[in-house]
């Protein structure tokens, strides 16, 4: 009955590694996106596909690549992984921008 | 960069108080979002207000768009501990794109 998953839900590792995070959803939504949310809690968006697409870019590092599959998954691979990375990572989809589903997250901890 | 500041970053009150939370831009926004976040979940939209000066009630709370639609506010009723959560207004300024505010912590104390 998960709506919107992703794994790990935990990931520590080291600076300088490469780590993927996973995202799946079962509501069918066209829409998929990643938020970044630091430790004094800011959500700021990242990417959002549209149907395998790319939509929006921010002002994401290049070490940061997504990769969506398929419609129901979007990835996140990040390279050379550094310590101001650490936060926690949300996967959301939707059938329209204004009606998000978020995932539990992921806590990213680079040591 | 158009940012949304919600005020006060924490708030802590007993249970069966009343409280308001709120959630202000510079600019102009097309629609509103209230989001809550319990700790390790992820956000849960809780309301949208699209019309300047709408007010919406769910069960203990009541939004309110302002007029100029620069602000809204978050109301609770005889807060209760379920109700302790990380409150995020979000909004969008004709993108299709939500950015998120600053956040208010709210802890209600049995």
């Known amino acids: 009955d998960t709506a919107v998953s992703q794994t790990p839900k935990y990931l520590v590792t080291q600076m300088g590694n490469d780590k993927s995070i996973k995202c799946e959803q079962n509501?069918?939504?066209?829409?998929m996106y990643w938020y970044k949310q630091d430790s004094k809690k800011f959500l700021k968006i990242m990417f959002s596909?549209?149907?395998?697409?790319?939509?929006i870019n921010e002002t994401v590092p290049n070490r940061f690549s997504p990769k969506s599959p398929d419609k129901a998954h979007l990835n996140l691979h990040i390279n050379s992984l550094e310590l101001g990375d650490s936060a926690v990572y949300f996967c959301?989809?939707?059938?329209?921008?204004?009606?998000?589903?978020f995932g539990p997250g992921t806590r990213l901890t680079v040591t | 960069t158009q940012l949304l500041e919600q005020s006060p970053q924490f708030l802590s009150i007993q249970e069966g108080e009343n409280l308001t939370v709120y959630c202000n831009s510079s600019?102009?926004?097309?629609?509103l979002q209230w989001y809550r976040q319990e700790p390790g979940e992820g956000p849960v939209l809780l309301v949208t207000v699209v019309t300047g000066g709408e007010v919406k009630k769910l069960k203990r709370l009541t939004f309110q768009f302002g007029d100029a639609r620069k602000d809204s506010s978050l109301h609770i009723t005889a807060a209760q501990p379920g109700d302790t959560g990380l409150y995020l207004c979000a909004c969008n300024f004709g993108n299709e794109k939500l950015t998120f505010g600053t956040g208010t912590r709210l802890t209600i104390i049995p």
């Open positions: 600019s102009v926004f097309s629609s």
């Open positions: 596909y549209n149907n395998k697409e790319l939509i």
């Open positions: 509501l069918g939504h066209d829409t």
């Open positions: 959301a989809s939707s059938q329209v921008w204004s009606q998000q589903y």
